[in-house]
């Protein structure tokens, strides 16, 4: 027998940013995904239903009974039939996926210990729906209905202005960092791959508001999608500058390759000359025409042939303190097929991981010394109508066990300069880290995120937490 979510429809004049992010602090759940989407923004709260997947198991919760049982093949069947059984009627699930997850699929699964999470997914007790001045609350108990009716009109947001900015130092790993992308450069010229992408950890010195980080990062960032997440321990936000896939009911795919980059300052005339100057970089250009390369290969794989199209090419997006080349490359799903099939196929972005694939996760696993977890992953909401929209992990603040970090990496290709590409990491990194705010209420300081350490922080990987199952 279906379960239907009670629903309620409010009319709210209060700004969507302000909402989910009073909702996100009002303490209501422990668990909770924030999404912004082109449809607008969605809250899920509570846990319905779960599935968590690691390199030895699946875990799954319905009806508060857990099962945990191996799995072969590939999980994300598993997931799917997981979710396809809930008795649910019009359920919503919202998760993560892992980066780690890549590497499983494609049967090179030594980076992942095995109680890596590498994705967890809810189906939530609540969720609130947000587009057009309208909130649409759903839920599958009256009274949550009523108390998160009431936090939609009332609950206060999270403000940034009162609390203390937090200093990051920009320059950690540095030096490390500088020498991976020249080895990582050899590699390339003697023929070993084409590409990778390889990133550094920065770590956060103390706790943050993540509420109140992400409303700030959010106005003064331009993302494609946004998210902000509470999951088993884990808890990140982000501003995703392109999506991994996006699978609509009618099973029309596209997936969104944003390769090359360039500072984007707030200054008109020097970003039109680094607009210019990205558009006539050979680097850049090689860089992003083998990214969407792969992309169109990926999604022929899947998709019905003469469906496959480049829609855009290399345009030029403008992404908080970065504007890259941008291109979309669109599809159609076979009848019959789900849109699991589209994210397995194109999963993880290759902006994200390189060319060839498993090359690429070769040369991350030597050059990067701590798993990456959802960073370059995905934030996704999976429909029961076969709809998915998937967030690529970017542009993101993570924090677990007690420790919280930023991370950032950059595209290596044969042509490219260590120093550039330190540069580009230092580049996406302010796309975050001058937003952060810290979580106790101290006297304000002046921030600065491209100074001299003053924690002692250095890139040890102290604040890179591999996630874990909640226990």
Known sequence: ?????????????????????????????????????????????????????????????????????????????????????????????????????????????????????LAHLVVPETEVRLSGGRAVVRSLYGAALATVEDAVTDAAAPTAGTRRPVRVDLEAGAADYLRHVTSLVRDIRAGLLQKAVISRVVPVPEEIDFPASFAAGRRANSPTRSFLLSMGGLRAFGFSPETVVEVDVER??????????????????????????????????????????????????????????????????ERG?????????????????????????????????????????????????????????????????G???????????????????LRAGAGVVEQSRAERELEETREKLMSVSRSLVARTDRPAEPAEDTGADETGADDTGAAESRPRPPR
Request: proline share 6%.
């Open 1 to 117: 027998m279906k379960v239907h979510y009670r629903t309620a429809t409010m009319e709210t004049r209060r700004e969507p940013l302000d909402i989910v992010t009073g909702l996100a602090s009002s303490g209501i759940w422990d668990t909770f995904v924030v999404y912004e989407d082109p449809e607008g923004w969605s809250v899920a709260g509570g846990t319905a239903a779960e599935v968590l997947l690691t390199p030895r198991c699946i875990r799954t919760t319905r009806d508060g009974v857990v099962t945990e049982e191996r799995w072969n093949g590939n999980p994300l069947h598993r997931i799917r039939e997981f979710l396809a059984d809930l008795p649910m009627a019009d359920w919503t699930a919202y998760g993560w996926c892992a980066f780690e997850l890549a590497p499983l699929l494609a049967g090179t699964a030594a980076a992942a210990e095995r109680d890596d999470v």
């Open 252 to 317: 029309r795919v596209a997936s969104q390759p944003l390769a090359g980059t360039r500072a984007l300052t707030g200054d008109p005339e020097l970003d039109r000359k680094l607009r210019e100057d990205l558009l006539a970089d050979p680097k850049e250009l090689h860089e992003h025409a083998i990214s969407v390369k792969v992309a169109v290969d990926e999604l022929a794989g899947s998709c019905e042939a003469e469906t496959v199209a480049v829609t855009e090419f290399m345009t030029v997006k």
């Open 321 to 385: 303190t970065v504007q890259h080349l941008a291109s979309k490359v669109v599809g159609r799903l076979p009848e019959g097929a789900d849109p699991w099939q589209a994210f397995a196929a194109v999963f993880p972005a290759v902006t994200a991981s390189g060319v060839p694939k498993p090359a690429a996760y070769e040369a991350i696993s030597r050059y990067e010394s701590q798993a990456r977890g959802p960073y370059a992953g995905a934030v996704m909401k999976v429909t029961q109508d």
């Open 387 to 405: 709809a998915m929209d998937a967030a690529l992990v970017l542009r993101s603040a993570y924090a677990r066990d007690g420790r919280t970090w």
